[in-house]
């Protein structure tokens, strides 16, 4: 069973950075597309970047050019570094890898507060 547990979350003032890490167990990392979610406080789940076995990475517009992912296949794991943060930033964080229909996991999350 696929196991992820994230790391790196915290509170950062406007404009600052943090990076978040995933580390991944269970299986065979290289089958997975790796991705970050968010979830703001009463708002719905949105994807905030994903990276294939490959390395092809996309991202939601409103992180295009602060946040980079990478992945470490040796490590086994997902990071993403979020510059130029802004309190509209602020979410729990959630590390996703998805390889086919069932095969579909969910770290526990952490929290990113962004200060004004």
């Known amino acids: 069973q696929v196991q992820l547990v994230e790391s790196g979350g915290g509170l950062v003032q406007t404009g600052g950075s943090l990076t978040l890490s995933c580390a991944f167990s269970g299986s065979s990392f290289s089958n997975y597309v790796m991705a970050w979610y968010r979830q703001a406080p009463g708002k719905q789940r949105e994807l905030v970047a994903k990276?294939?076995?490959?390395?092809?990475?996309t991202y939601t517009d409103s992180v295009k050019g602060r946040f980079a992912i990478s992945r470490d296949n040796a490590k086994t794991t997902v990071s993403l570094r979020m510059n130029s943060l802004k309190p509209e930033d602020t979410a729990v964080y959630y590390c996703n890898a998805i390889w086919r229909i069932g095969y579909n996991f969910w770290g526990q999350g952490t929290r990113v507060t962004v200060s004004s």
């Open positions: 990276i294939t076995n490959s390395g092809t990475t």
